[in-house]
């Protein structure tokens, strides 16, 4: 069983930075980071393989945002920049132990195992 944690959501100007960060209780293959906003479907935005050899961002925040990891914290970051009123949402850290190393694996939601419970970031215009 693993537990994930997501701390560092919050309110933010457009134009400006926040860091995500999601604690994972237990060993981890591939974490990633996926959002939701109110009235749309949860949407990939990275991940990252366990060697943190391989990243994977969503177009919508390519450029903008970069998916890093300790293992030694048993930590996953994400890094926003530019944030933009669009990027508002709850931001939920998950890990699998069954993708592969590909975007096409790695961005779909149904081959994460565990969830955390999300942390809210509101960009404001």
């Known amino acids: 069983q693993v537990q994930l944690v997501e701390s560092g959501g919050g309110l933010v100007q457009a134009g400006g930075s926040l860091r995500l960060s999601c604690a994972a209780s237990?060993?981890?293959?591939?974490l990633g980071w996926f959002r939701q906003a109110p009235g749309k479907e949860r949407e990939f935005v990275a991940a990252i393989i366990w060697s943190g050899t391989s990243t994977y961002v969503a177009d919508s925040v390519k450029g903008r945002c970069t998916i890093s990891r300790d293992n030694a914290q048993n930590t996953v970051y994400l890094q926003m920049n530019s944030l933009k009123p669009e990027d508002t949402a709850v931001y939920y850290c998950?890990?699998?132990?069954?993708?592969?190393?590909?975007?096409?694996?790695?961005?779909?939601?149904?081959?994460?195992?565990?969830w955390g419970q999300g942390t809210q970031v509101t960009v404001s215009s």
């Open positions: 237990g060993r981890t293959f591939s």
């Open positions: 998950a890990a699998s132990f069954r993708g592969s190393g590909s975007y096409y694996s790695l961005s779909a939601s149904n081959v994460y195992d565990y």
